[in-house]
Each structure stands twice: as structure tokens, then as C-alpha cells.
């Protein structure tokens, strides 16, 4: 189990119920530390300035917003300070709403919500009466330092927070090439490909599929891991031929 | 119906002793996987077949046969091998042998790339040549198949097998093959014009069940039970309890969980108070042995390898 990364109280109403939130994904994805060629130490970043001509220390930085090319609105940090949102950890629940009215696309990231002590039984109550009525809570949570748009569902025994993207995130399909189609389908097509999928339709269980190129590279890994080298497989028919010519020859040695 | 669109069983050998014989060549015998590799030249197109007529083709995208031959279509008769220091390595091919995805396949194969060990030819730009001698199908191999890093044509030579097995013996080979000059490709045949000649006894045998392990092995299985066919009844010919490392254990406990079964698969069981997983007899493997008792049980087996290209029905008791 992970660490909560937020601590705070579920607001709605003028009920608080007191939880904790888990990221639920963790990746899985295979990492790779940056190495020398030459050496295999690990390389060490360091920010250098081109002007000065010098490695720049962390606390000799500020953040820039580039306006132009080359032009800066400068930024520090008590400019951040300014516009921190109250940052009481508060899940401030607005309206309730039917869950496919929510795309998935609007989806960003998920997170466990469990009920802290003393909260339990109103955890609970939420969870069963947004399953009962079908619905989910949609609010909005600070989540390191960004407000974000949240929908809170009951998952299994418990309830699940899915963070939503603004929708000046989300690129219109409209804008990019290829929807002006003017050919139509016909009812016989449509027929046949309501066929071919009334055919191929079956329940969809995630756990049957893999990321197949990770076991791939996880499987090369965990051979040079043995310290198998890999030879080139000409070295290895040369010594395949060499072998056969050894072969031949003991043969003709003994003929004479 | 013509060869080329056919599925070929390959032909098969029989044991031997070393023999001399000046109407007989001689050649390495492979440790790999049976092939049929159909290959159309100018479509550059190839397909490979294993000896249960299965299409391996997409097993081994790196064997493009179609690059090394002269011809517009052929039909070829080997052995994939995978090689480590020039020999055949069955832990590698096993590798290969078990991937099933594509992603995989493709990096594996560039980790363990395979060698198509070519004998023999049965088909030429539309000439069927299952009844042309064998030598003289070996001089038309030479002529069209060229030599490459995919493919390597078996070296044969003539009259004298009893050196040749000693040779090739002492250069770690499996065994050699013998076959007749004047011999025609007899398709599917188990023929006595090819033998193979062994350094040591194999058999193939089905897995038929397991026994529970302990200590290291608790999580898998002590040792397995070998059945064989004999006089088309299943029997039981002893147990294997080494031969193999983690992982292979690993991995064949995974296979034969997902055949278990209540029901033992021998009509006659000698119960020995052991208790036993048994399994669908579905899984086939090679077992190294001293000799076969005459109770006709194996007698210090030790596992080789699993044989994914052979089915339980080609598992009969030989000697």
C-alpha cells in the first residue's frame, strides 16, 4: 500500500466526513536510469547558464513565462503565494449527476477514497445512496497545488475520485483533418457489420491483456542480468561450419 | 493435390547402431525443431511448417529463406536450431518455442535468432522430387541453397558412420543420422532407410501427472509421471525428479496446472502412497535414461527438455 496524498474532509452539506486519498494507479512502466557509455555512472544534471557561464545553483532560479520568443514575465515565488487557492484540504461536493454524463475523456486520474475515524458511517451512507439513485458527487478538490474538477463514485466496497481535465484541455475533434466524408453507408453494409459484431462480442476482462513490449524488454534485461551475452548469430554459424569441417576432417585422417 | 499447397509430414528415422556402408551417407543430427519451410522466391513469400503440421511461421519472422535460395519455389526439409557456440542449445529454442506475442517474438528473436538447418529438398519450380534419390537430391540442395546466417546446409559424409558417430560424439553432438543414397522422401513414414544413430537413450514421454515437492520446490511440483503408449494402451514408465532449473519447473507447473484432472490416466496404477496431481496426458517430454528395466520402467531418468512439436500419440515405447 502506498501513502495517502491527501488528508481532508469529504464537505457536503453540512456534513464533513473526514478520509484519506490513495493514487490507484501505480505504473508499472519500466524506468531507465540515463548511464556514461563509456563508464556506466550514472550522469549527474546540472543547469548551466550560458550567459554567465556558470552552474546555476536551485535557489539562484526563477520561472519565466515566455510572452515573446526570447521574452520573459518573471515569476517568484511569493507571485505563487498570491494566488494559492485556500488550501484547506476540503472535497467541496456541488450537485450530483448521472454518471454517463461524463465522458470518459473528461477522465484524468483516479484515487481511493477511505473514510477516516469517526467517519465511517456517514462514508457509508454516501456510498450506498449514490449507488442507490445511480449517481455520482462532482466537486472540487485541490490536488498538489491545482484545482481540479472531481467526480466521486461508490467502487466496490468503497468509493472511488476521478479528477476531471478542464475543457480547455480537451483538443476538439473539429480540429483536425479527415471528417468530411461524402460517401454513405448502405442498410446491407450496416447489416453485415452489425453481424460481424453481434459475432465478435464478449465481455471485456483487462487482466487478459499485457504490455507485452515491457515482458519483452524485461525478459532481454533479465538475461544480460545472468551475464549471458549475446552473441551475433555469424559467430555462431561460423562455429557451426567449423565444427562440420572438424567433422569432415576426422574422417579423411583416418581414411589414409 | 499438388505438394506445394499440402501440409507435409516430414519423414522420420528409426534407432540404429553405428554402422559402416558405402550406399549410406552420413550426417550431424540436430537438436531443434522439425520444419518444412515453403518458400515462393519471387512473391517472397515462405511458410513453416512443424512435424504436427502446425504453421510456425509466425514463430520465427527471422528465418527469410526466401533471401538464400535460387530458385522460384522450393520446398525445404530441417531443423530450426537456436545455436550457443555453435551447437544446438534446446533451453534456447524451448524460448522460443513458448512465445506466443508478436512484441515478444520479434525482440527474443533478435536475442536468440534461429538457424534453419537444411538436409533436404522435396520440391523445385514445380517438380515434385519424393521419388528422386536422395543423393541426388542433396547434389540439387547444394545448387540452390546458398549458405547464410538464416540458413545453413547439413554437412554429409560417406561410407564410414562408425567414425563419424565416434567424432561426433566426442564434439558434444546428440547423434548422428544415416541415411540411404538411394532412398526416395517416404512422407509421414517412420522408414528404415533413414536411422538415426544416438550417443545416449531418449524417449519422449507424456507427462501424466505430479507429485508435490518440498522444501525449495514446495511451490511446484517433486518430480513428474511418465507415461508411454505401448500396444496403444497408455502406461506408466516411471518418474523424472531432475534435469531441469527454476524456471523450467516454474514454467511447467504453470502449463500443467491448467491441465490437472481427477481422473488417473492409466487403466494400471501401481499405487505407491504418493500423492499425485494427474493431468490431461497431453504434454510430451524427452527424458534422458540409463536403460529401460524389464518391467520396462525407466531407470535413472533425468528431464532434457519438453517436446512442444510432438503429440502424446507419437510417444511409444521403442525398445
Known amino acids: 500500500m502506498s501513502h495517502a496524498i491527501w488528508e481532508g474532509y469529504i464537505s457536503i452539506g453540512l456534513v464533513n466526513i473526514p478520509v484519506k486519498i490513495y493514487s490507484a494507479i501505480s505504473s508499472s512502466a519500466l524506468s531507465f536510469r540515463l548511464l556514461c557509455k563509456k563508464c556506466h555512472t550514472p550522469l549527474k544534471y546540472e543547469r548551466y547558464c550560458p550567459k554567465c557561464k556558470k552552474h546555476v545553483r536551485w535557489d539562484e532560479t526563477v520561472k519565466g513565462y515566455e510572452l515573446t520568443k526570447g521574452e520573459f514575465v518573471v515569476l517568484e515565488d511569493k507571485d505563487f503565494e498570491h494566488v494559492k487557492l485556500e488550501s484547506k484540504k476540503k472535497l467541496e461536493i456541488e450537485f450530483f449527476t448521472h454518471e454517463y454524463d461524463i465522458d470518459p475523456l473528461y477522465m484524468n486520474k483516479s484515487y481511493y477514497v477511505l473514510p477516516e475515524r469517526g467517519g465511517e458511517k456517514a462514508y457509508l451512507l454516501l456510498k450506498e445512496i449514490l449507488q442507490i439513485t445511480s449517481k455520482v458527487a462532482v466537486g472540487r478538490v485541490i490536488i498538489k497545488n491545482r484545482e481540479r474538477v472531481a467526480m466521486l463514485r461508490p467502487f466496490k466496497q468503497g468509493m472511488l475520485l476521478t479528477t476531471l481535465h478542464y475543457i480547455e484541455d480537451i483538443l476538439p475533434i473539429e480540429s483536425f483533418p479527415g471528417l468530411n466524408i461524402s460517401e454513405r453507408v448502405s442498410r446491407e453494409e450496416l447489416e453485415l457489420a452489425k453481424e460481424l459484431v453481434r459475432r465478435y462480442t464478449k465481455p471485456f476482462h483487462l487482466e487478459k491483456f499485457r504490455d507485452r513490449y515491457k515482458e519483452a524488454l524485461m525478459e532481454i534485461i533479465k538475461k544480460k542480468a545472468r551475464g549471458e551475452k549475446i552473441r551475433p548469430v555469424e559467430l555462431e554459424i561460423k562455429e557451426t561450419k567449423d565444427l562440420m569441417k572438424a567433422l569432415k576432417a576426422s574422417i579423411q585422417i583416418k581414411k589414409k | ?319
Open chain 2, 1 to 319: 493435390m499438388k505438394l506445394w499447397d499440402t501440409c507435409i509430414r516430414p519423414m522420420l528415422a528409426k534407432k540404429a547402431k553405428p554402422f559402416d556402408s558405402d550406399a549410406w551417407i552420413f550426417e550431424p543430427k540436430w537438436d531443434g525443431t522439425r520444419c518444412i519451410a515453403f518458400i515462393d522466391c519471387e512473391k517472397k513469400y515462405i511458410r513453416l511448417q512443424n512435424r504436427r503440421l502446425l504453421d510456425i511461421t509466425n514463430r520465427y519472422p527471422e528465418l527469410k529463406l526466401f533471401e538464400d535460395c535460387d530458385c522460384k519455389k522450393a520446398i525445404l526439409d530441417g531443423e530450426i536450431v537456436v545455436l550457443k557456440h555453435g551447437r544446438p542449445d534446446f533451453y534456447r529454442l524451448q524460448e522460443r518455442e513458448h512465445q506466443e506475442d508478436i512484441g515478444r517474438i520479434k525482440l527474443i528473436s533478435r536475442v536468440m535468432p534461429a538457424v534453419y538447418m537444411v538436409f533436404d529438398i522435396l520440391f523445385f519450380n514445380g517438380k515434385e522430387l519424393l521419388h528422386v534419390p536422395l543423393i541426388e537430391r542433396k547434389d540439387l540442395l547444394d545448387r540452390v541453397v546458398s549458405d547464410s546466417k538464416r540458413m545453413v546446409k547439413t554437412m554429409f559424409i560417406d561410407t564410414y558412420g562408425k567414425r563419424f558417430f565416434e567424432s561426433a560424439r566426442k564434439k558434444g553432438l546428440e547423434g548422428i543420422m544415416a541415411k540411404y543414397k538411394a532412398s526416395s522422401y517416404e512422407i509421414g513414414k517412420r522408414s528404415s532407410n533413414w536411422l538415426k544413430i544416438k550417443a545416449s537413450n531418449t524417449m519422449d514421454c507424456i507427462i501424466c501427472g505430479y507429485t508435490l515437492g518440498h522444501g525449495k520446490r514446495s511451490r511446484y511440483f517433486g518430480s513428474l509421471v511418465l507415461g508411454c503408449y505401448k500396444d496403444g494402451k497408455l502406461v506408466h514408465i516411471g518418474d523424472v525428479g531432475t534435469g531441469w532449473d527454476e524456471d523450467t519447473m516454474k514454467y511447467i507447473h504453470e502449463r500443467l496446472k491448467r491441465i490437472e484432472t481427477k481422473q488417473c490416466p492409466f487403466k494400471e496404477f501401481e499405487d505407491t502412497g504418493k500423492r499425485i496431481c494427474w493431468v490431461k496426458p497431453s504434454m510430451v517430454c524427452e527424458v534422458e535414461f540409463l536403460e529401460l528395466t524389464s518391467q520396462l520402467k525407466l531407470r535413472a531418468p533425468s528431464f532434457k527438455r519438453l517436446r512442444e512439436d510432438k503429440i502424446g500419440r507419437e510417444c511409444i515405447i521403442e525398445y
